[in-house]
């Protein structure tokens, strides 16, 4: 194999930059800082293979520089950033890096599922402030997750994880979804209608990818849905939620609170979420744990390899 241009748009962590093979000629050291339309078009028009991320617009303008590119690599599982029919049609293979952050996103949609009702995040905020008069019998009353009723939107590996982990919890699991799913032994879920889903769960976790179909899917109509003691996680993408119409439910108290890991338009969180104590706000943090972040970049490595020698990619989305 000759010299293959590889450009990589943004810092990954070091573990992955070291097992970046030799033979590969680096287009830039990578940095942090987000990549402009400009650098993006330089990187497209000189490499091999690219890996990018979820923040960089892989657009048609983008690609049209691309006459050398062979894949891309995305540094994530959802690939909404990229426009696929166009890649397609320059004969660039894109891959993304499922399975390696089914766990880590299911773990943070737990976090966010157990400390929005109980409080966690407002609880430690007191008891910093160095005013915290003593337990009282009535102080900070959360509400239970036991027991309670788990509403899974989006069936996939993420979708089932996050399912999985309710068993410890006693938690009956409904879920909406494209497809039947049937559960692992010892578990046990029911497919039911979104509509339903939304209005008999006590905690709502998404987990549909970000499409034409699925943007906005929880709307102003659907929220009014939800049970005014339920609460609402959020780890998939921001546009499959109406933010205005959230806000709103949220101020009216139409639900009971909302933990979300990301927002409409990153890295913008809207003011009015901030001022609100019943939402937990996350920088989209889901895959963010080093031994995952590793695991991604390995992945795109993998797949970069393959295409470039010939072989079939391994994790091939267009
Ligand atoms: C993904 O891989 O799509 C995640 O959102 C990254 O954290």
Redesign the pocket.
Known sequence: MEHPTLYVTRLLPQPVLDAIPRQYRMLTEPTDLPSTEETLRRGFAAAQAVIC??TDRIDASVLSHATKLKIIA??????NNIDLPAAAQRGIIVT??PDV?TD??ADLTWALLLALPRRVLEGDAWARTGRWPGWTPTQMLGADVSGKTLGIIGMGRIGQAVAQRAVGFRMPVIYAGRHSISSPPGVSWTRRPLDDVLAESDFVSLHVPLTEATRHLIDRRRLALMKPTAFLIN???GPVIDEAALMSALETKTIAGAGL??YEHEPVVPVRFVSLPNVILLP?????TLETRVR?GLICLDNIAAVLEGRPALNQVN
């Not at 995305?74 to 690939?79: E, I, L, Q, S, T």
């Not at 989209?284 to 963010?288: N, T, W």
């Open positions: 991320t979820l995305n540094y994530a599982v959802g690939y993304n890096t952050l880590a996103t780890t998939s993408r890991d990301v989209h943090l889901g895959s963010a991604m």
